[in-house]
């Protein structure tokens, strides 16, 4: 089923304002020092802002392992995304996975302090994407 134009900017909107709560829930589980759920949160952020993405050039999907596939696909592939930006958020998908999933795994600050500024930088080019496309 294929969304319309107006229902599809709604899902851009909503899913860029949930990436928004996302990466201010990670910044308070960051300042609490809870480095497992900050990465989860991290991951979320991201997460939503690449369907965000992926919706708005009519792409959208439902997985975890479809965006990240897509996210490469469409974007990194073609030289839109970097290849490290591509590892962020490899990275952040395995911290989630690994916070949430494994009891041996102990995510720590180590794990996570690395990954905070290069995700709002992701994020943020992600929406300057969206924006300058919209704006076309």
């Not at 990436?19 to 497992?36: G, Q, T």
């Not at 030289?79 to 911290?95: D, P, T």
Request: net charge negative; aromatic share 10%; glycine share 4%.
């Amino acid at each position: 089923m294929s969304l319309k134009e107006q229902d599809r900017a709604t899902l851009v909107v909503l899913g860029l304002e949930k990436s928004e709560k996302m990466l201010d829930a990670a910044n308070w589980l960051i300042e609490e020092k809870h480095w497992s759920l900050a990465a989860n949160r991290l991951y979320y952020a991201l997460f939503h802002a690449v369907k965000a993405l992926l919706t708005s050039d009519a792409n959208p999907t439902g997985t975890h392992r479809g965006a990240s596939n897509l996210f490469y696909l469409h974007y990194v592939k073609t030289g839109i995304f970097s290849l490290e930006e591509n590892k962020v958020y490899a990275r952040l998908q395995q911290l989630r996975d690994d916070g949430d999933y494994n009891c041996v795994i102990d995510v720590d600050k180590e794990d996570v302090e690395d990954f905070i500024e290069p995700t709002r930088a992701l994020i943020e080019k992600i929406k300057k994407y969206i924006a300058e496309k919209q704006a076309q």
